[in-house]
């Protein structure tokens, strides 16, 4: 089983950044691909950010490029997402997710792991 376990989630104001981490344990674990979800008080969970193991490159959605950074640290089996420049809107429960699998990674349900999520609230 693997587990994924997320942190750095907060109260912030408008303009200002967050980043948020997520851990990997558990037995060895090699995600083809790893990624941020979130999902906002009534509304349905949406991608975020992805990046992809072999050969690597990462993925965005449209609101987020220019402001989020996706990365992972290989070693530490750490994904973090550094998020600048937030806005009233980037307020959710942002979820790390984990795919061992070739799959699309805007597609929550392509993912196989998933953590319980951090609150990031971003007041205007």
């Known amino acids: 089983q693997v587990q994924l376990v997320e942190s750095g989630g907060g109260l912030v104001q408008a303009g200002g950044s967050l980043k948020l981490s997520c851990a990997a344990s558990g037995r060895t674990f090699s995600a083809y691909i790893m990624g941020w979800f979130r999902q906002a008080p009534g509304k349905e969970r949406e991608f975020v950010a992805a990046?992809?193991?072999?050969?690597?490159?990462?993925y965005y959605a449209d609101f987020v490029k220019g402001r989020f950074t996706i990365s992972k640290d290989n070693a530490k089996n750490t994904l973090s997402l550094q998020m600048n420049s937030l806005k009233s809107e980037d307020t959710a429960v942002y979820y790390c997710?984990?795919?061992?699998?070739?799959?699309?990674?805007?597609?929550?349900?392509?993912?196989?792991?998933w953590g319980q999520g951090t609150q990031v609230t971003v007041s205007s």
């Open positions: 997710a984990a795919a061992s699998g070739i799959v699309a990674p805007a597609f929550g349900n392509n993912y196989d792991y």
């Open positions: 990046i992809r193991r072999i050969p690597i490159n990462t």
